[in-house]
Nanobody, 127 residues
């Protein structure tokens, strides 16, 4: 069972930066669409940024130009660099992979049958 785990959340002042990371023990994400979602208190979860295996990136309009999604090589870790943070960015940020993600874990490769979600990491931006 692959368990996505995020790190890098915290509390910052408006205008500050944070970098989130996401990975899973022993896993290389060889052919997966991956992304970051967030959920603020009292709001629905929303897409922040996604990265396709072919490198195509999609950002939510309100983070375009401020956030950067990237991946390590080999593809073990997904990142979200968040700059010029605003109080409205305060949320729990969660890592995601698509269904039919092709991955290798400790040398054995397979395709997932469902989406995977991390447990999330809190980002708090104060003014």
């Amino acid at each position: 069972q692959v368990q996505l785990k995020e790190s890098g959340g915290g509390s910052v002042l408006a205008g500050g930066s944070l970098k989130l990371s996401c990975g899973a023990s022993g896993v290389v994400f060889r052919g997966c669409k991956m992304g970051w979602y967030r959920q603020a208190p009292g709001k629905s979860r929303e897409m922040v940024a996604t990265l396709r295996p072919d490198g195509i990136i999609n950002y939510a309009d309100d983070v375009q130009g401020r956030f950067t999604i990237s991946q390590s090589y080999p593809k073990t870790t997904l990142y979200l660099q968040m700059d010029s943070l605003k109080p409205d960015d305060t949320a729990v940020y969660t890592c995601w992979t698509n269904e039919r993600c092709y991955y290798c874990q400790d040398g054995f490769c397979s395709t997932s049958s469902s989406e995977w979600w991390g447990q999330g990491t809190q980002v708090t931006v104060s003014s």
